[in-house]
């Protein structure tokens, strides 16, 4: 995949942001020096970014976190090092938004300095799986109310249609028809397909682009 | 198409919640269980319901008091501290017979403790809660597919028997997230002639109330709600039992614990150690009958719990002590992993293996 130098991953919780993040943060350290991940979730104090800490570490990408993320302490906040995301042009960012449109509104802080800037995708996170976005039309609200708490309009959609461990080949196929439907109203392409990696050779003919993923590991 | 859907434990409990017809939901938020008013949030004002976030805890169970007095399907749900709080309203709720889904999505205490997943709240879940002489039905999910089955359950068991259900999870139940499908049979709501729901000049006045001035009077509603409580341990108790049948050491665990003793019974049958697990359903009516059937063949019983040991004395009590009866537990959040648990088993098998 061709990155811009901020890559913000924002949609609905639980559609799989986090495990993106992780995942391409992996792919873009192959290609990149210097790489980033931006947990700027203010919402949710489990499945971070920063349970994937060790794996960072051995890539020599950093992490940019709340030092509560993933700690016992339930406070909203942001990271200390929150302006490297922006001040320091030669860093490449994954940022993981969390948190719906209220996670989005910590974004907003930074949408002046991205969007003057202006090399970054700001990509949604699509599930048709998830109970609260099963068809384009709920899925684009979502969508609004994002850009809406954050200031920033998305430029392409991801789609990430999953069951977790019981999701078959078939499932993500069938998903095609909601993430275009979902490109139709929003008028936006879907810029990336992500499946777990066991359906990625099976899948990897009739989907373009495709990621296959190894998926974050559960704290337990 | 799959017709599953991926849901985590809180929104499993909301969604099935709106399924079984419940319309009013009154909560004040606390981690782990949040989503579950984040969904309600979302989603009542869509369906003509009412999702109202109350000033506290103790606002929004006599909240649930007055629609359940109308003879509305209603919940509240919370998480370990904000229950305490709705202690009171529990036993109002029991005294006035009126029936409630209360869910705890438990984290580790006691006081403000953590937001870790824990099991201590056993002894206030099945003990009443509040004041008095009353239960809870007491409900223990092990999987997402449980947190929305045993909600529906909840209300249906809530309505017949006038009283009120409790969904007792945990915080893993309440945030992991796997394949769900909502494909119910809710059977049609009872017929509720006690409401208070206007006489139309067409009948006396009902009156809900949990108040007794005259001591004989209150004996005899205490010993009508017994009666009824013994109809529900004869009927509506729940458990599973795995590999016991020719158990010599019988786990005893719920929701998160039973998932990691399972995987600890199947560790011990590879090495030729004959483990079973006894996994309560309801925790109030507790299952007696397994624990006493696997008195007669089992060499002793484990209970593992995210606690310091409560349901152990339920077990003492359900096998009549026949069989020494051992803990194996974590706490304040921690989880007791498959390796502690199978380590538990090998110790009282004798260790020899």
Redesign the interface.
């Known amino acids: 995949m061709n990155y811009k130098r901020l890559t913000i991953l924002c949609g609905h919780?639980?559609s799989g942001k986090t495990n993106i993040a992780v995942n391409m943060a992996f792919d873009l350290r192959m290609q990149r020096e210097r790489v980033a991940v931006a947990d700027l979730d203010i919402v949710n104090?489990?499945?971070r970014s920063k349970d994937s800490l060790k794996d960072f570490e051995e890539r020599g990408i950093r992490l940019i976190c709340s030092d509560f993320a993933s700690s016992?302490v339930?406070l909203p906040s942001m990271p200390a090092d929150l302006y490297s995301i922006t001040d320091d042009r030669g860093l490449s960012v994954i940022l993981d938004i969390g948190g719906d449109d209220r996670g989005a509104l910590a974004l907003g802080r930074l949408k002046e300095l991205i969007m003057e800037e202006n090399d970054y995708e700001m990509l949604m996170v699509i599930?048709r799986?998830?109970?609260?976005t099963?068809d384009a039309e709920s899925t684009v609200e979502v969508m609004r109310e994002i850009e809406y708490a954050c200031g920033i309009p998305f430029s392409g959609i991801i789609n990430n249609s999953?069951?977790?461990e019981?999701t078959?080949a078939?499932?993500v196929l069938?998903?095609m028809k909601y993430a275009e439907e979902v490109s139709a109203l929003s008028h936006l392409p879907v810029v990336l397909t992500t499946v777990k990696e066991s359906l990625y050779d099976e899948l990897k003919d009739k989907i373009h682009p495709l990621m296959g993923m190894t998926l974050q590991k559960k704290p337990? | 198409m799959s017709d599953k859907i991926l849901m985590k434990g809180n929104e499993a409990i909301a969604e099935a919640a709106i399924i079984a017809g419940c319309r009013h939901y009154f909560g004040y938020p606390i981690t782990p269980q949040t989503e579950i008013a984040a969904y309600m949030a979302k989603k009542m004002p869509k369906i003509g319901g009412c999702f109202l976030q109350a000033e506290s805890e103790i606002a929004a169970i006599n909240m649930v008091y007055g629609v359940s007095s109308a003879g509305k399907r209603v919940m509240t749900s919370s998480s370990s501290p904000g229950v305490s709080l709705k202690g009171e309203g529990l036993s109002y709720l029991a005294g006035s017979d009126l029936p409630a889904l209360i869910v705890n999505v438990q984290r580790g205490g006691p006081g403000l403790g953590g937001i870790q997943p824990s099991q201590s709240d056993y002894f206030q879940s099945t003990r009443g809660g509040g004041h008095g002489d009353y239960h809870m039905i007491v409900l223990a999910p092990a999987s997402v597919q449980e947190m929305a089955d045993l909600t529906v359950k909840g209300f249906e068991l809530a309505d017949t028997y006038r009283m009120t259900s409790m969904i007792l999870a945990d915080g893993t139940m309440g945030q992991m997230m796997e394949p769900v499908s909502l494909d119910f049979d809710v059977k049609p709501e009872i017929e509720k002639p006690w409401a208070t729901t206007g006489t139309k000049m067409a009948r006396e006045h009902n009156i809900v109330n949990s108040l007794s001035l005259v001591p004989e009077e209150l004996e005899e509603f205490n010993f009508k709600r017994y009666d009824r409580y013994k109809v529900i341990e004869e009927n509506e108790t729940m458990f599973e039992e795995y590999m016991t049948e020719d158990a010599d050491i019988v786990l005893a665990a719920f929701g998160i614990a039973a998932r990691v003793s399972k995987n600890a019974v199947d560790e011990a049958r590879k090495m030729g150690i004959k483990a079973g697990l006894i996994r309560p359903i309801t925790l109030w009516p507790f299952p007696k009958a397994p624990f006493k059937a696997a008195a007669e063949h089992c060499k002793a019983f484990i209970s593992v719990e995210l606690s310091m040991g409560q349901m152990i004395e339920d077990v003492k009590l359900a096998s009549e002590c026949r069989r020494p009866v051992y803990l194996c537990n974590r706490a304040g959040g921690m989880i007791p992993d498959p390796k502690q648990v199978l380590d538990s088993i090998i110790k009282v098998n004798g260790g020899n293996n």
């Open positions: 919780y639980g104090p489990y499945f016992n339930d599930n799986f998830r109970p609260l099963p999953n069951l977790a019981e078959t078939e499932d069938d998903s337990i």
